[in-house]
Structure formats: structure tokens, C-alpha cells
């Protein structure tokens, strides 16, 4: 069996259109097409690390209580969805594919992501630019998952969820619960007194949470997962904000040490259920919060919805630090500049030169007369966008010209430049001004128009260009 034998998938160039040849006696001329080949990948991989951890492999492709998912784009999902699965019945010993969640697809500022082209985000590049924010990435793609339909990654949204969602938020319901604890009680867990009506529906709430998440995750929806850790964070930020305990503190500091408990147990909740969207917020949070050893460093999923003291009274808590930094317009603006120049690059690096037109004899091109010239004034056309007003001196005389250049330069650019001129060309009226040539331009690789200038020393207008 091609499952078994040992066999790996070789790496081959080659065509969709065709395979490698089939390694069986009378299937000379046969080839295995690429995405038959391609999948057994997937469990050689596991028989490699198997064998590098010194575990079995089968269990994870052949065991009944195995759950086999593929998560995979949608344009493949007719080989993971019929193929592969056709191979595995086939053969017989193989479980199937539980589910297939296939993603739609992520484009980045509105054109296809490209690694060949550079128009991608580059982890490594990333890190280098905001470091110790591997967190806010998670968050933005996560958030932004193309779960039902092609979505777009932007920097300047990508800016918006940091700023708006993890700063203001998140971060900015960890940071007053952490400070207020701190400045009232040193860092010490409060003790409680009597829970009120709304202190115990909101530590309700919040023992709801673990199973509301739990349940978008297991049905690969998540980014209806991460909205829902989000809406923890918002239920921590309404009940501070609605009991007020920098007022309460004032008249009644008893209320006071329950607010702050029940705070502080959100926050611990937090600390948990954000571990599988972000890693790295939880680890620090759960530092701050004094959980990273001991009985309460063992709190696991299930316990935020089962415990009643997640974060004991008498435990000391750290200082605060911030989460999240609000990212600035400046580092926005680099991010877009990098693509731009990409763009630019790949535009320049793709632009096809305009075929050659039909074939001139010399006495058509003696025809025409080109002069170098400079120009001595300008002036915008009126009610024209393109158009400007140009006098030339060519040499033979001082002649107006108007020429289509107004989007790519002002008029204040072009006095004093010199130019090439096309003098002989019949003359044509122009929104009622008589243009008496031509003056010959080429296109970088944006567009912008470019000169064609005689700019060596001693040349001077009227010179003959042949």
C-alpha cells in the first residue's frame, strides 16, 4: 500500500496536468496526479515525528477515538473533501476526516497576498517592528478571519483593534483593576463582604463564559470565539465603570473590598480563557496577578465556571503594567509605505514594453523636425484638469503649446526645464488656444510623466535632435 511502504512524497517539479510515475509492475506510462501524491505527506510527517519522540504513529490515523480535522483553504477543498478521503476508505485501516473547516481567503490591502511578489506581512519583519506585540497579530487575524467570506487585512485596521479593542478594552480594564488594588489595599486580594444582586449576576456571567467559548471553538468559529473573550473584558470594564469604586471608596470602603474581589476575578478569568488567542497577554496577566505558581497557578478551563474564589482573598497581586501600547499613526504609515514601494517595485519589475508599431521608411521620420527648447512660462487651462498653457522658446521662436501634463506636474515645476519639441506637428486649437507642437514625454514605472530632457552642457534651444 502507498499508505504503508515507506514511501514519501518526493519533492518534484512538475504540472497539475501530471504526476509521478505510478511505482507498480504494469502501470508503465501511469503517473499518480499531485494531490493524490500530496497528502500521504501528511501522515509521513507523523510517522517521522512519531519516530523522533518515540511514540506510535497509527493511533493518530487509525485509532477510533481519534478526531481527524483538516483545516485547509477553500481551494482545495475537493482534495481533502474527495481524494484524500478516497484514498483512506480505500485502503481500509485509516479513519476519515471529521470535519474539513475551510477558510475563505485573507487579502492584504486589497490584492491577493503574493510571497513571490513580497506582498505579504513577513513574521520575522514583524517582530522587528513591533516587538513583543505578537499578541496584536493574533488578535487582528483572528478577528479578521475569513471564516465565511474573502476578507481583507489593512494596517489601519489592524491599528483600530489594537487601539480600540486590546488597548481600550482589555488592557484598560487589567490596568484599573491592578492599580486600584495596589493603591487601596497594596496588592493584597480582598477580603468580601456581602455580594449584592449585581455582584453576584456578573460573577454569574462570567462562570457562563468558559462554555460559551469553548462551544464557537469546537465548532471552528473563532473568531466568534475571541469576540466572546472580548465580551469578558467588557463585562469587567461596565461593572467598574457602574459601581464606581473610586467614589464608593470615599463612604463606603467595606462595598469597596467586594468590588475590587469581584474585579480581580474577572481579570483571573481573563487570564485563562485568552491562553489560546493570546499566549503571551495571558502569561504576563497571569504574573501580574500573582497565578503563575502554587494551588491558584493551576487553574484550568473548567475551573472558572466551577470555583468560587479563583483568586483567594489574602494573595498578593504585582504592579501593573500595560497589556497593550496604543500603536501611533507613524508606525501605520511605514507599514503602508513598505507595500507601496512593493507595488512600485512589482510594477516596474512587470511593466511590459508597448510593441514595436509598423515599420517607417527614414524619409517619414526626416519629415519631422525636433528641437530642444525651454520652457518660459505656464499656466493651468481653465476648467481643464490635464491641460496646461506653455510658452517655448525652440530656438526659432517663442511658440504656445498645450500639453496634457497638469496631473503630474504644477505649472511653478515646469518654468526653466528644458524640453524636447516636436515644432513641425500641424497646428490644433484647444479649448479655443492654438497649440503650435508637441512636447515628448515617456512614463516612469508610477505613471508620472517624465521628461525627455537634453540636459548635456552647450546645448541650446532650436538644436536639430535626428
Not at 167 to 185: E, H, P
Request: hydrophobic share 40%.
Amino acid at each position: 500500500s502507498w499508505l504503508d511502504d515507506g514511501l514519501k512524497p518526493r519533492a518534484v517539479t512538475r504540472d497539475l496536468d501530471w504526476g509521478i510515475p505510478v511505482p507498480v509492475a504494469g502501470a508503465e506510462g501511469k503517473v499518480l496526479y499531485v494531490w493524490f501524491d500530496a497528502p500521504i505527506g501528511y501522515i509521513s510527517s507523523t510517522k517521522e515525528w512519531a519516530q523522533r519522540e518515540g511514540k506510535d504513529w497509527e493511533p493518530y490515523w487509525k485509532s477510533d477515538d481519534t478526531k481527524l480535522v483538516h483545516f485547509i483553504g477553500k481551494d482545495n477543498i475537493v482534495f481533502h473533501c474527495v481524494i484524500f478521503p478516497a484514498m483512506l476508505k480505500a485502503e481500509g485501516s485509516y479513519i476519515l476526516p471529521d470535519n474539513v473547516p475551510a477558510n475563505e481567503f485573507l487579502n492584504l490591502e486589497g490584492n491577493k497576498l503574493s510571497t513571490s511578489k513580497n506582498w505579504a506581512v513577513w513574521l520575522h519583519e514583524y517582530l522587528q517592528d513591533f516587538p513583543g506585540q505578537q499578541d496584536v497579530l493574533r488578535y487582528a487575524l483572528t478577528s479578521n478571519a475569513p471564516e465565511t467570506k474573502d476578507n481583507d487585512f489593512t494596517w489601519k485596521d489592524f491599528q483600530a483593534r489594537n487601539n480600540n479593542e486590546l488597548v481600550a478594552i482589555f488592557g484598560n480594564f487589567i490596568n484599573r483593576v491592578v492599580v486600584l488594588t495596589n493603591k487601596y489595599y497594596e496588592g493584597v486580594v480582598p477580603q468580601p463582604n456581602d455580594f449584592s444582586d449585581v455582584d453576584e449576576a456578573t460573577l454569574t456571567e462570567m462562570r457562563a463564559y468558559p462554555a460559551v467559548i469553548a462551544s464557537s471553538v469546537e465548532r471552528y468559529r473563532f473568531r466568534e470565539a475571541l469576540g466572546e473573550l472580548m465580551n469578558l473584558a467588557r463585562l469587567g470594564n461596565k461593572y467598574l465603570a457602574d459601581e464606581e469604586p473610586w467614589k464608593v471608596i470615599k463612604d463606603n470602603p467595606a462595598r469597596v473590598q467586594t468590588q475590587m474581589y469581584v474585579a480581580l476575578q474577572i481579570a483571573t478569568a481573563l487570564s485563562v480563557l485568552s491562553e489560546p488567542f493570546l499566549p503571551f497577554t495571558a502569561a504576563k496577566l497571569r504574573g501580574m496577578l500573582g497565578i503563575t505558581s502554587g494551588a491558584v497557578g493551576k487553574l484550568s478551563w473548567n475551573d472558572i465556571s466551577l470555583k468560587t474564589d479563583l483568586l483567594p482573598a489574602g494573595g498578593q497581586i504585582g504592579q501593573a503594567e500595560l497589556l497593550f501600547a496604543k500603536i501611533e499613526d507613524e508606525e501605520i504609515q511605514k507599514q503602508v509605505d513598505k507595500l507601496e514601494a512593493t507595488k512600485t517595485a512589482n510594477a516596474a519589475e512587470n511593466k511590459v514594453a508597448e510593441p514595436q508599431k509598423d515599420l517607417i521608411q527614414y524619409d517619414d521620420f526626416a519629415k519631422m523636425d525636433i528641437r530642444t527648447g525651454t520652457i518660459l512660462e505656464a499656466e493651468k487651462m481653465p476648467k481643464a484638469n490635464k491641460l496646461l498653457v506653455l510658452k517655448v522658446d525652440t530656438g526659432i521662436d517663442v511658440r504656445t503649446i498645450v500639453s496634457g501634463i497638469a496631473e503630474s506636474f504644477t505649472p511653478e515645476e515646469v518654468v526653466g526645464k528644458r524640453v524636447t519639441v516636436l515644432v513641425n506637428l500641424a497646428p490644433r486649437a484647444l479649448r479655443g488656444v492654438e497649440s503650435q507642437g508637441m512636447i515628448l514625454m515617456t512614463q516612469n514605472s508610477e505613471g508620472k510623466l517624465v521628461f525627455l530632457n537634453p540636459d548635456t552642457d552647450g546645448v541650446g534651444n532650436g538644436e536639430v535632435i535626428s
